[in-house]
């Protein structure tokens, strides 16, 4: 069974860093699409950025280009996401997810799979 766990969030003051790490186990994960997508209260789910299961591929969100940077292990099968000059507008449940393609991933189509989340907060 597909199996994602992150790791990694806390709470920390704007301009501050934060590293989130996935562990993926349950599929081959060279050959799955996986990324980061959040939700933070009264808003809905985006995604924050992806990465194709090859690595050639990179996907991010407009808001985070230049402060966050995704890669990727696939000898160790985790995805991380190193998060830079965090600001209160990152605060959020982030959430590791994948599926067999980036569309597939970043549009939500049937047979994506998803972890708990963890939690981001970025003080003022």
């Known amino acids: 069974e597909v199996h994602l766990v992150e790791s990694g969030g806390g709470l920390v003051q704007a301009g501050g860093s934060l590293r989130l790490s996935c562990a993926a186990s349950?599929?081959?994960?060279?050959?799955?699409?996986i990324g980061w997508f959040r939700q933070a209260p009264g808003k809905e789910r985006e995604g924050v950025s992806c990465?194709?299961?090859?690595?050639?591929?990179?996907h991010y969100a407009d808001s985070v280009k230049g402060r966050f940077t995704i890669s990727s292990d696939n000898a160790k099968n985790t995805v991380s996401l190193q998060m830079n000059s965090l600001e209160p507008e990152d605060t959020a449940v982030y959430y590791c997810?994948?599926?067999?393609?980036?569309?597939?991933?970043?549009?939500?189509?049937?047979?994506?799979?998803w972890g708990q989340g963890t939690q981001v907060t970025v003080s003022s």
């Open positions: 997810a994948t599926h067999e393609d980036l569309v597939s991933l970043i549009t939500d189509a049937p047979g994506g799979y």
């Open positions: 349950g599929f081959t994960f060279d050959d799955y699409a």
């Open positions: 990465i194709s299961g090859s690595g050639a591929s990179i």
